[in-house]
């Protein structure tokens, strides 16, 4: 399906659609409908349920307005950019790397140094697309995606809406650490939106300026703690490794989650035990697995701090995109934000038996630093209890020196009051180390749009339909009384509605048009399972019956009406269709399917 008709048909049947369209719309912002809204909340049900509940973590929602202090100490201000090449004659502004993967068959010309991609864009002739115009010596400058704000009236204070929903996650430690009572290893999700000031959104869901994350931050002992990885050893995985990548001949692997462990394809156990976790759950969710891989992030790609990282990665329409990154993010986070905040990002880990150690350790004479050095004795003391810790054999010499506000202080190592002393310790602080899941939810669902549409013929006509799966399906059933013009059809039907809902199913009621034309509706937008009440079922004594009919198939079956309830919620917990279809008379229908 190309992404022109998927985009058309999410527009047409209410999943998405560009958002402000009453004032000439704004790119990279889209808004839901009343079938994405629904599709989009059970996927981050589905996604809470398998990495929140099931794994044992808690989660948060953290504000997506945050100070300028906390992107200082992540690396935002300085780090967080995209490749932006203007156009001279019309002045538009284009992502300088997809303008070069467009036309070469460089996959990720993101890692690529500013003046390569400035010397690709000439070699290859590229032009603006906008107006055409050759963009051959139009310097490629970095662009700081992060929108900026202010906090408050008048001298405000600068802050910036988060970009990712980690930092919320990140900042708050001291806290969190409490409430999982020091103990490591702990997880903390959270879902929600960020938001990003693209240069040049496209794609539909692919590329926005807001957008919604579900993330988990995984807090993890790095000499102690070690996954779960038996519960997903024998899953099986494509990966497509970066050695691969970058050979000529390369191909993906394909092997399972213990293989490419044990034999170092993927470098943290951590991160193969979530891309196990992840494969599972986006089999559950219903992606086509025949077009779904694991890509590792090349060196140049890879953030800095970052020991290992691989994306999980769909095709749609041809095209490779990522849908979910899995990081070794080491204690880069917690580090950064306990050097700059004034929090403890650490977390105590006692020994199994108390150990007595050496330390070295300084007692300043106070009375000589006073009159010596002024304002900045205090500072002095200070840099020199640093100084004893970093590099005790600094004061092997008979005088020490520490900088001091850029100055340099000589102390006599006397005064210093130097000394290595025994201790008995009970443990030490430590700075946790971090593993990063992180999906993108739109792109999940425009995946999940694209890979369940579906054309066959039935009953001798064409139709369209979106093979998504029960649980994430925007509507669990639809409700169809066969005729309006006879009042026992149109009671039951209501009354039918009005069970199914009381019951927590989600239900559309449908009364208009032919039987047919309101399959197809449903079909379209992808409701699993609907419902007719005809008169076959209210006729005699007999308790009333409806048929239900199941999407893919078309096949229909004849069931109480009391009953319908549970048969429904056990298919949307996952029970087969076929167990109905033994269980209850079935319903002939013609099917042809191409």
Request: proline share 5%; with cysteine.
């Amino acid at each position: 399906m190309a992404a022109d008709d998927l985009v058309e048909l999410a527009k047409r049947r209410g999943f998405f659609f560009g958002s402000n369209g009453a004032y000439g719309g704004t790119a990279g912002f889209y808004t839901f409908g009343p079938q994405g809204a629904a599709l989009k909340r059970n996927l981050e049900d589905a996604w809470r349920d398998r990495f929140t509940i099931r794994e044992g973590n808690r989660e948060i929602e953290a504000p997506t307005v945050m100070p300028e202090p906390v992107f200082e100490a992540s690396g935002h201000l300085e780090g967080f950019d995209d490749m932006l090449v203007e156009c001279g004659e019309c002045g538009e502004s284009h992502r300088a790397d997809h303008l070069v993967e467009a036309v070469t068959e460089i996959e990720d010309a993101e890692a690529l140094p500013g003046d390569e991609v400035e010397g690709l864009i000439a070699d290859n002739e590229i032009a603006c697309p906008s107006c055409g115009t050759p963009l051959a010596g139009e310097s490629v400058e970095d662009f700081n995606l992060m929108f900026a704000t202010d906090i408050g009236p008048g001298d405000a204070q600068p802050g910036y809406l988060r970009p990712e929903t980690a930092q919320g996650i990140f900042v708050e430690f001291p806290r969190l650490k409490e409430y999982a009572r020091g103990n490591l290893p702990f997880g903390i999700t959270q879902i929600g939106a960020a938001y990003r000031n693209e240069i040049s959104p496209r794609g539909g869901l692919l590329r926005l300026r807001e957008f919604t994350q579900a993330e988990l931050e995984q807090f993890i002992d790095p000499e102690a703690d070690e996954p779960p990885l038996d519960r997903v050893r024998d899953v099986e995985v494509r990966l497509y490794p970066a050695t691969e990548q970058e050979a000529d001949d390369g191909e993906y692997v394909e092997t399972t989650v213990g293989e490419a462990v044990d034999e170092g394809v993927i470098g943290s156990p951590w991160v193969g035990y979530y891309l196990g976790v992840a494969k599972e759950w986006y089999e559950r969710v219903g992606v086509d697995l025949d077009r779904f891989r694991f890509r590792q992030h090349l060196a140049g790609e890879r953030a800095h701090y970052a020991a290992d990282c691989w994306d999980a990665e769909s095709e749609v329409d041809g095209d490779w995109i990522e849908i979910a990154g899995f990081s070794y993010r080491s204690d880069y986070d917690l580090s950064k934000h306990g050097e700059h905040g004034d929090g403890a990002f650490t977390v105590f880990k006692r020994y199994d038996e108390p150990k007595t150690v050496e330390r070295a350790a300084v007692d300043p004479d106070m009375s000589v630093l006073g009159p010596e050095f002024g304002g900045d004795a205090a500072a002095v003391a200070e840099a020199l209890e640093a100084l004893a810790e970093r590099d005790p054999d600094a004061f092997d010499a008979e005088t020490v020196s520490v900088d001091v506000n850029g100055e340099t202080r000589d102390v006599d190592v006397d005064v210093a009051g130097f000394a290595i002393e025994e201790t008995t310790e009970s443990g030490e602080h430590i700075t946790p180390h971090v593993v990063e899941p992180s999906f993108g939810v739109g792109r999940t669902v425009q995946t999940l749009l694209a890979h369940a549409y579906r054309e066959d013929e039935v009953d001798g006509e064409a139709r369209t339909y979106l093979s998504v799966e029960p649980e994430i399906a925007p509507q669990d059933a639809a409700v169809f009384p066969l005729v309006t013009n006879d009042d026992r059809l149109v009671d039951l039907a209501d009354r039918v509605a009005s069970d199914l809902r009381a019951a927590g199913l989600a239900v559309a009621y449908d009364d208009s048009g032919s039987i047919g034309r309101r399959y197809r509706r449903q079909d379209e937008v992808g409701t699993p399972f609907c419902v007719t009440v005809d008169r076959d079922g209210i006729e005699g004594d007999a308790p009333d019956t409806v048929t239900v009919r199941e999407r893919d198939s078309a096949a229909q079956v004849r069931l109480p009406a009391d009953e319908l309830a549970a048969e429904l919620a056990a298919l949307r917990a996952g029970e087969s269709f076929d167990v109905l279809l033994d269980r209850y008379e079935t319903v002939e229908t013609d099917v042809e399917t191409n």
